[in-house]
C-alpha cells in the first residue's frame, strides 16, 4: 500500500524529511507546506537540493487539506509556538489527515502533557478517526526506544540514564541556540530552557516513557543545570559566542521514585570539544549514551555520522527517519495520542 503524504516545512528536519518522504518506496509525496512566501510554487526537490518532484510548495492550509492526504510530517519549530503548532496539528487530525511530528516534544509521552494543552488533539483524533506521533532522535528514539530494548533483557534495572553528549557547533538554527538555550549569553542569564519548569517539561516526558516502560510510577521531577564560558571568542559562521559568555551547558532531568533518581536524562553540550573537559566526554565523537544498572549492567554508546561527515546531520537525519520511516504504522493504528509504547517495530523498507 503507498501512503499519501504532505510535508510540513523544510527547515533543518523538514528538508531531510522531504527526501526521505520522496525516496520511501511505500510514500508518495503529494503536497508541501512553507512559511516563506518566497519558496511558495517552488519544486519541492528544489527546496531541498535533490532532482524535481512535481511537487509546488504552499503556504495555503485550504489546499494542503483538500489533497486529503493520509498523513502530515509535521517539523515545524515550535518551541517558541507550541499552542499555535499544537492548533496547526489539531486542524488536520479533525479533518481526517494522521499527523507524526517532532515538534512538540513532550508529546513523546502524551500523559506527561497538561491535559488542557493536549485535548484539542485528542478531540481532533476522536473526530477524525486519526493518530498522531511525536518522536525524533532526542527526544525520541536515542533515549526511548534503545533504552526499553535494553531494559527488555534484564533480569532486574535499579536504575537508567540516558544521555546526549554533543558539540553544536555545526547545528546550524541560530534561534534555538542563542535563544533557547542561551549560547553566547551571560551565564547568570535565564534563557528559555532555563526558565524553571522548562526542562521538566520538554524532557520530562522521556524520563515517563522509561518509567512506563518499566511500570513504575515517578513521583517528582527534579532539574538541575551548570554552565561552562568561552575562555576566547568562538565564532559559529552562523553567529559568534563572545569570550567569558555561555559556551557548553549540562543539564538533568531525574525521575524520582521514593526520593531516589531510578530515571535520568542527561544532557552535555558544547560548542567546541575542550570545553568542560571534566563532564562526560563522548567515544570518539558525538553521540548518545544509555547506562543501564541492573543485571546485566550495560552502557550504549550511540556514535553517529551524516553521509557529509557531520555528526549534526546525522541527528537531523535520524530524527526525520524516525518519524517518516513510522507513517505506514501510524496511519494503521488505533485513533489517538501515540508513543512508542503503541507502535510495532519499525524497519527502513
Given at each position: 500500500?503507498?501512503?499519501?503524504?504532505?510535508?510540513?516545512?523544510?527547515?533543518?528536519?523538514?528538508?531531510?524529511?522531504?527526501?526521505?518522504?520522496?525516496?520511501?518506496?511505500?510514500?508518495?509525496?503529494?503536497?508541501?507546506?512553507?512559511?516563506?512566501?518566497?519558496?511558495?510554487g517552488r519544486d519541492a526537490g528544489e527546496l531541498v537540493g535533490i532532482e524535481p518532484l512535481g511537487v509546488a510548495a504552499t503556504n495555503d492550509v485550504e489546499e494542503i487539506l483538500a489533497l486529503r492526504p493520509d498523513c502530515v510530517c509535521y517539523t515545524a519549530t515550535a518551541d517558541l509556538r507550541p499552542g499555535e503548532a499544537i492548533a496547526d496539528m489539531a486542524q488536520l487530525l479533525a479533518a481526517g489527515i494522521n499527523v507524526v511530528s517532532s515538534s512538540v516534544v513532550p508529546l513523546i509521552y502524551p500523559p506527561h502533557v497538561d491535559p488542557e494543552m493536549r485535548r484539542p488533539l485528542e478531540e481532533a483524533c476522536a473526530g477524525g478517526a486519526t493518530s498522531c506521533f511525536t518522536s525524533g532522535i532526542d527526544p525520541g528514539f536515542a533515549n526511548d526506544l534503545l533504552p526499553l530494548v535494553l531494559a527488555g533483557t534484564c533480569e532486574y534495572v535499579d536504575s537508567l540514564r540516558v544521555m546526549e553528549i554533543v558539540n553544536y557547533n555545526t547545528y546550524a538554527q541560530p534561534q534555538v541556540l542563542f535563544e533557547t538555550m542561551g549560547?553566547?549569553?551571560?551565564?547568570?542569564a535565564t534563557p528559555l530552557l532555563l526558565i524553571p519548569g522548562v526542562l521538566s517539561f520538554a524532557w520530562g516526558g522521556v524520563v515517563r516513557t522509561i518509567a512506563a516502560g518499566l511500570g513504575v510510577e515517578i513521583d517528582e521531577l527534579r532539574e538541575s543545570h551548570e554552565r561552562r564560558p568561552a575562555p576566547e571568542t568562538i565564532d559559529l559562521g552562523f553567529g559568534v559566542v563572545e569570550a567569558g559568555t555561555t559556551a557548553a551547558l549540562r543539564f538533568e532531568v531525574e525521575g524520582l521514585v521514593g526520593g531516589e533518581a531510578v530515571v535520568v536524562l542527561e544532557h552535555v553540550t558544547r560548542l567546541d570539544d575542550s570545553l568542560a573537559p571534566d563532564w562526560p566526554q563522548p567515544v570518539g565523537h558525538s553521540g548518545y549514551r544509555i547506562i543501564v544498572s541492573g543485571n546485566p549492567n550495560y552502557t550504549l554508546d550511540l556514535q553517529m555520522m551524516g553521509d557529509d561527515g557531520d555528526h549534526n546531520t546525522a541527528g537531523l537525519v535520524g530524527t526525520a527517519g524516525r518519524i517518516v520511516n513510522a507513517i505506514p504504522a501510524v496511519c494503521e493504528a488505533a485513533p489517538g495520542l501515540l508513543s512508542v509504547h503503541d507502535l510495532p517495530l519499525v524497519t527502513l523498507r
Open positions: 500500500m503507498t501512503y499519501r503524504v504532505v510535508q510540513w516545512s523544510t527547515g533543518n528536519v523538514g528538508l531531510h524529511a522531504v527526501r526521505l518522504i520522496a525516496r520511501h518506496p511505500h510514500l508518495e509525496l503529494v503536497g508541501l507546506w512553507v512559511h516563506s512566501p518566497d519558496k511558495v549560547f553566547g549569553q551571560p551565564l547568570d
